[in-house]
């Protein structure tokens, strides 16, 4: 689904992300897109492509002019941090850790073989929200789902349309968080914000993975974000996270909003 | 032609034209007065640069143009040194002509002061969204004298820094998210409780409007048509047309799909029937 392939000329493709589609045509250097993005409520089990399709209708189409014959459609994780609430308050008393599934919905965009991307649009419909205070803070997207802990040995509800089912939603990139207290007071996570610049995204029998995001509450009360790299868990990466000075600004980032989010 | 040979051309000419010894003079003074400003510009490109990403725009524009006439300043003083005017006369002339002229400058200099205060309180910054008055506007440049405004159908707009002073000023993109209130009204006969759901609903679905901070639904008043709702909205600071404009149709579709009437003044007259004896 995510791999290079060579186009027939003017033929459209489709790509099908759980209810959003993609389109593609090329006719020599010229390319065609359309996209059609839904809520994120409205999820649906399926996902594939690249298949010949019939042309998309009534659909708002975007023109791309640049030479390439391989193209592929990949996934990225948008630069606005995904902000998830709790399903209930989540008490993580000192020394102790949880551990969370999350499916992030990723920004998709066509990219030619060693050549520029043609265009990007995020492929589900998801309302903003804002980290920190009214007079600072970051504006993020607001996940519709909820943060549940992960609990060892404790399936999980057999829900069709939960998206932390790896196999069922392929399209949406499972991230895995440790929130670890290493302070001596309890924190209380309501809400978990997920800033991006640091993830790889890896692909694993077309499923997408990241790196392990570690959030450590120290002992001065302060919170640090970081990821653990772990590229053989998802064998090939598929995107590389641009860390160029922002593991720092992540860091601070995470301590001045994290830190009232949490209630430390 | 080098510049040995070129200042020598130029002594020439000019010995021809002046005296021998004034001459001298002349090139000396020039030479000085040339240092000087070359000094004073290279200090102000080099702190200019220093400043640049420390300080805010307007505050490095300041300091330049003060090392500017500083350096201005310093080659008038050695213009007059060279000539051999007195300056202590000089001054205390400036000082007598100061009041003179300080009665008729008396608007600039507050302008200039107000300026001065205006820097250093910061209450708003280049390229922030202003209201002053009833003129609102892209803060393009804030000067000694005045601050100049770009409004939204693009007039330029020259305001004096002492009207600030004296005025209230709104800063109105100063914080990140904003709150767009939106006043509606609902019939009598409607459900208030069923009306708070459908506006939550509105709002949730609105990807303009932020879900944290909440959306603020308050029942406001009893009017002589319906009940007044506050509807207020956050939105980050740049979505506001979009929010404006989208949230308006928002509530019109959905409260006609509900059924939720929308009252407006009305005046019911009735006509009394005219009687037999009236008519007659």
Not at chain 1, 9 to 20: C, M, N, P, T, V
């Amino acid at each position: 689904m995510w791999k290079y392939f060579e186009p027939e000329e003017a033929l459209w493709y489709q790509w099908r992300l759980h209810g959003s589609h993609a389109y593609l045509r090329k006719n020599g250097d010229e390319w065609r897109m359309s996209f059609f993005p839904v809520e994120f409520q409205e999820l649906r089990p399926e996902s594939g492509g690249p298949l010949p399709c019939d042309p998309p209708e009534s659909a708002p189409i975007e023109f791309a002019v640049t030479h390439g014959t391989r193209v592929a459609l990949r996934p990225r994780l948008s630069e606005l941090p995904y902000l998830i609430m709790a399903r209930n308050d989540i008490r993580i008393l000192p020394g102790a850790d949880a551990r969370f599934n999350v499916a992030l919905p990723p920004m998709i965009r066509f990219e030619i073989e060693h050549g520029p991307s043609l265009g990007e649009t995020m492929p589900f419909i998801l309302s903003r929200t804002w980290f920190g205070d009214k007079t600072g803070g970051s504006l993020c997207l607001s996940m519709p789902t909820a943060l549940d802990p992960r609990c060892r040995g404790e399936k999980e509800e057999e829900n069709p349309l939960n998206t932390w089912d790896t196999e069922t939603f392929r399209s949406l990139v499972h991230c895995e968080i440790n929130v670890r207290n290493e302070s001596k007071v309890a924190v209380n996570l309501e809400r978990l914000a997920i800033f991006t610049d640091l993830i790889n995204i890896y692909e694993r029998d077309g499923i997408l993975t990241t790196d392990l995001v570690v959030v450590n509450s120290l002992a001065d009360g302060g919170l640090k974000m970081s990821v653990e790299e772990n590229r053989q868990r998802g064998g090939g990466t598929l995107v590389t996270a641009s860390r160029v000075g922002s593991s720092e600004l992540l860091v601070r980032r995470g301590v001045n909003f994290l830190r009232t989010i949490t209630g430390l | 032609m080098d510049i040995q040979e070129m200042f020598a051309e130029l002594r020439t000419s000019l010995s021809s034209l002046v005296p021998a010894g004034l001459s001298g003079k002349i090139m000396g003074m020039a030479a000085a007065v040339l240092l000087i400003l070359l000094s004073f510009k290279i200090v102000q490109v080099v702190v200019g640069r220093a400043l640049k990403g420390h300080v805010p725009d307007q505050r490095g524009n300041l300091i330049r143009k003060l090392i500017r006439y500083a350096g201005f300043t310093f080659a008038v003083i050695t213009i007059f040194k060279q000539l051999g005017i007195d300056l202590s006369a000089l001054l205390g002339a400036a000082g007598i002509a100061g009041i003179a002229l300080g009665f008729a400058a008396q608007t600039s200099v507050s302008n200039v002061i107000s300026g001065l205060f205006l820097i250093s309180e910061k209450p708003f910054q280049l390229e922030d969204v202003i209201q002053v008055g009833d003129i609102t506007g892209i803060v393009q440049s804030i000067d000694l004298l005045s601050i100049k405004l770009q409004t939204f159908d693009n007039r330029y707009v020259r305001i004096p820094n002492e009207t600030i002073i004296k005025t209230n000023v709104v800063n109105i993109t100063r914080f990140p998210i904003r709150r767009l209130d939106v006043k509606l009204m609902v019939d009598y006969a409607v459900d208030l409780e069923f009306v708070m759901t459908v506006l939550e609903d509105i709002a949730r679905k609105n990807i303009w409007v932020l879900d944290n901070p909440e959306p603020l639904i308050v029942m406001d008043k009893f009017e002589s048509s319906g009940v007044e709702i506050l509807f207020g909205l956050w939105f980050e600071k740049s979505n506001f047309l979009q929010l404006k404009n989208s949230i308006m149709m928002d509530v019109m579709k959905r409260f006609r799909l509900e059924g939720i009437n929308i009252p407006f003044p009305q005046m019911d007259v009735h006509l009394a029937k005219p009687t037999r004896s009236s008519g007659s």
